[in-house]
């Protein structure tokens, strides 16, 4: 019986909700007077044209649609173009320019705030400051977003996506490129990242800080500034991401700063400066990641306990490991090392001696860094040989004791 209700009452919502067309030959002529004559539930349905708007609110759940990409043209002009603050909203199918840039207030194309159970997904945004911020919101889609700008530098440029203070939120299948950071969020719970594109921006193709309880998954991040930036966060997955050509005198796969209780598992780091920089992070499991032709796989610059590394791919990088601390409690075990000189006598897959990643140049070239330039040199094939003979300089408890002989996985 209460399902019967339910059903006529949905169909009575729906017999209530209209559908508004907007366009240069219709009655309604500008968004702005269709959002204004729209009701709860109603339908906005854009049809393609130009539309020189900005300062467009919404404070109502309605559904506004683009019909083959209507472009809405900002002009440059210091406002966003939706400002919207409403309970189930949705908003696709627009193509965004020329989005002004302000030092003083924050300016996107799409401007959410205190808002819930919302979509805005396959919209095209170009030359644009921001692309979307999203700020104290719930329950949110963002999907199929594909925003590009023209950053040249930090100071002057803006993010594709900018959430702060959210949770449960989706941002999947977008491209974003030529931004400040690709997507940056800032305290973010119970959501997840996914199936994304960031390349070619400033800073960072992903930067998070005080984000605890999300996934990243199945993202791609390619040739940015500084490749992405995880900071003083917990409970953490990443996983089925690939890192890759995010080179720089500063520039990382992966930055680790104080991260807590995480998995980071089937990832590909390949030819960046530093595959993942960990700093001050704890119980941590590194596991079935490939690590490929990267200046140094990992690189440890702090106190880090309890982290657990184990089948993993390290294949020709010119470091694999850089550690300047105390190993404490890490494990380094049952990984493949491209450059292990071993033997394995009764052929069960398992290396007979131990490997030690950490080589003598390594530990020289962390403190006089000038010394890179005699990389391919004789003279640090013997040095490092001679300290594999008889460990003096690199921590002696450091090593793989059972070094798997075949790749994991092996990537093509």
């Not at 299948?173 to 199936?195: C, P």
């Not at 070619?200 to 390619?222: A, D, I, Q, T």
């Not at 020709?316 to 075990?333: G, I, M, P, Q």
Request: charged content about 20%; proline content about 2%.
């Amino acid at each position: 019986m209460k399902y019967s209700i339910l059903f006529f009452l949905l169909i009575s919502i729906n017999l209530q909700a209209n559908t508004i067309q907007v366009c240069k030959t219709c009655p309604i002529k500008t968004i702005k007077e269709a959002v204004l004559l729209a009701k709860k539930g109603d339908t906005i349905l854009v049809k393609k044209g130009i539309y020189k708007e900005t300062k467009i609110f919404i404070t109502k759940g309605i559904h506004i649609i683009g019909e083959n990409y209507p472009t809405i043209d900002a002009e440059n002009k210091t406002d966003s173009v939706f400002a919207i603050k409403a309970t189930n909203f949705s908003l696709s199918g627009f193509k965004f320019k020329n989005i002004g840039v302000s030092y003083t207030k924050e300016i996107a194309a799409v401007f959410v705030a205190k808002s819930k159970n919302f979509v805005i997904k396959d919209n095209i945004l170009e030359n644009v400051f921001y692309g979307f911020i999203i700020q104290s919101s719930k329950y949110g889609l963002l999907q199929n977003n594909k925003i590009t700008g023209n950053a040249v530098s930090e100071a002057s440029s803006g993010n594709g996506f900018h959430l702060w203070k959210c949770k449960n939120m989706r941002i999947e299948q977008n491209t974003i490129k030529g931004m400040r950071d690709g997507i940056y969020l800032e305290f973010i719970s119970k959501s997840s990242v996914s199936n994304n594109t960031s390349t070619n921006n400033v800073r960072y193709g992903l930067h998070f800080m005080f984000s605890n309880n999300n996934e990243y998954h199945h993202n791609e991040f390619k040739k940015n500034g500084a490749g992405v930036a995880v900071m003083f966060s917990k409970n953490i997955k990443m996983y089925y991401n690939t890192f890759h050509f995010n080179w720089g005198t500063a520039s990382y796969g992966l930055l680790l700063k104080e991260i807590n209780d995480a998995e980071i598992t089937n990832n590909i780091f390949e030819q960046n400066t530093v595959g993942i920089n960990i700093d001050g992070c704890n119980r941590i499991t590194y596991k079935n990641n490939h690590f490929i032709r990267n200046g140094w796989a990992l690189r440890f610059t702090g106190g880090c306990y309890t982290n657990t590394f184990e089948y993993n791919n390290f294949m020709h990088n010119s470091f694999d490991l850089s550690y300047n601390s105390r190993l404490n409690d890490n494990k380094f075990e049952a990984n493949y090392w491209s450059d292990y000189s071993g033997y394995d006598i009764d052929k069960n897959g398992i290396g007979d001696v131990p490997h030690r990643p950490v080589k003598l140049f390594s530990y020289v070239v962390n403190r006089v860094p000038e010394t890179l330039i005699l990389l391919r040199s004789l003279f640090v094939d013997i040095i490092n040989f001679s300290e594999k003979v008889s460990p003096v300089f690199t921590p002696d408890n450091l090593k793989d004791s059972k070094p798997i002989m075949k790749p994991i996985n092996p990537v093509e």
